[in-house]
């Protein structure tokens, strides 16, 4: 059972357009991260969220993070080519040095 | 920009070879972790080390050994590893045993393939 679950799995869109991945689970969690990850490489920290409802933007990259603290969304507006890689969305619970990770979604921005 | 190095970056063994993974972290961070990227599987958290003490050990199967001999070091000896355990392994550090918030700092992983 994946405890966090995102999708859509697989997203190819052309340069320019507008996407929405999400993350959703049942448990409750202190935080959640984004991560972006490249061909050959680590996970990147795009950003935390916190407080449930709390919205945080990064260039044209917006965080939401659930009122319930269970679920999250980014929303990416104009993507553009260097937006193309493995987005991972993790959470860390209540008393825990834990990330539970998402299985990811998977970008592709066509030129 | 990362703070954490890993070697090597590609291996490949046989299921009889002895190899190590080694991770170094520039970020004065007290806590380091193992994870596997396994294809169509989310990241698998495998040991937890802080203060350099092993506080997780996730079910990992006894072939995968961590050692972890200062606060800046992690490796991973690998021994009669089987074709499943091909994946990438990434290594991370963090400035504390979790709470809300911490940030994870991961290397670029070692690709590993066992034949």
């Known amino acids: 059972t994946q405890l966090l679950e995102q999708s859509p799995q697989f997203l190819s869109i052309q340069e320019g357009e507008n996407l929405t991945v999400y993350c959703n689970s049942s448990s409750v969690f202190s935080s959640l991260q984004w991560y972006r990850q490249e061909p050959g490489e680590g996970p990147v920290l795009l950003v935390t969220v916190v407080t449930g409802g709390e919205v945080k933007k990064l260039k044209r990259l917006t965080f939401q993070f659930g009122d319930a603290r269970k679920d999250s969304s980014l929303h990416i507006t104009a993507a553009q080519t260097g937006d193309t890689g493995l987005y991972l969305c993790?959470?860390?619970?209540?008393?825990?040095?834990?990330?539970?990770f998402g299985s990811g979604t998977r970008l592709l921005v066509r030129p | 920009e990362t703070g954490v190095t890993q070697t090597p970056r590609h291996l490949v063994m046989g299921m009889t070879n002895k190899k190590s993974l080694k991770c170094e972290q520039h970020l004065g961070h007290n806590a380091m972790y193992w994870y596997k990227q396994s294809a169509k599987k989310p990241l698998e958290l495998m040991f937890v080390y802080s203060l350099e003490e092993r506080v997780e050990n996730n079910s990992v199967p006894s072939r995968f050994s961590p050692e972890c001999p200062n606060s800046s070091h992690l490796f991973l000896h690998l021994h009669t590893l089987q074709p499943e355990d091909s994946a990438l392994y990434l290594c991370?550090?963090?400035?504390?045993?979790?709470?809300?918030?911490?940030?994870?700092?991961f290397g670029p992983g070692t690709r590993l393939l066992v034949l």
């Open positions: 993790a959470g860390m619970m209540d008393s825990s040095y834990k990330l539970i």
């Open positions: 991370a550090s963090s400035h504390a045993r979790g709470g809300a918030g911490e940030t994870q700092y």
